[in-house]
């Protein structure tokens, strides 16, 4: 039986790699204006990236598992990208729902990417 998607090293390692990923263009962002003028998109992709890998690594079989991992991976980076850039000034409080609901959706769109890709090669 397969772990459940919120406890798997695969949602641990994309969530991770989610969140290095978007710390790095928070950061860059920060000193460097036209980083900054693409958070939204860069922040949405990131977090797209996360939920594929986390289809990827994870193997899930189940479309709602990939999905749910998904959502988690680039929920949860978004969300850390986010408060480090409110805590650095760069952009409002309100970011934090709005930014992390937009990105939590990308994450699932990514896994549900992830997981057709993941059944053509296998």
Do not use: C, R
Request: proline share 4%.
């Amino acid at each position: 039986m397969p772990e459940p998607a919120s406890s798997s090293p695969a949602l641990v390692k994309s969530t991770v790699a989610g969140t290095i990923l978007q710390l790095a263009m928070v950061i860059a962002g920060h000193y460097t204006p036209a980083i900054a003028n693409q958070f939204a998109i860069g922040g949405m992709t990131i977090s797209g990236i996360a939920g594929l890998l986390f289809s990827l690594w994870s193997g899930q079989k189940a479309t709602m598992a990939a999905a749910e991992g998904g959502v988690v991976a680039g929920g949860v980076s978004a969300f850390l990208g986010i408060l480090v850039s409110h805590l650095l000034g760069d952009v409002p409080a309100s970011v934090l729902g709005f930014g992390t609901a937009g990105s939590a959706a990308s994450g699932a769109i990514g896994a549900l990417v992830g997981k057709f890709f993941a059944s053509k090669t296998a």
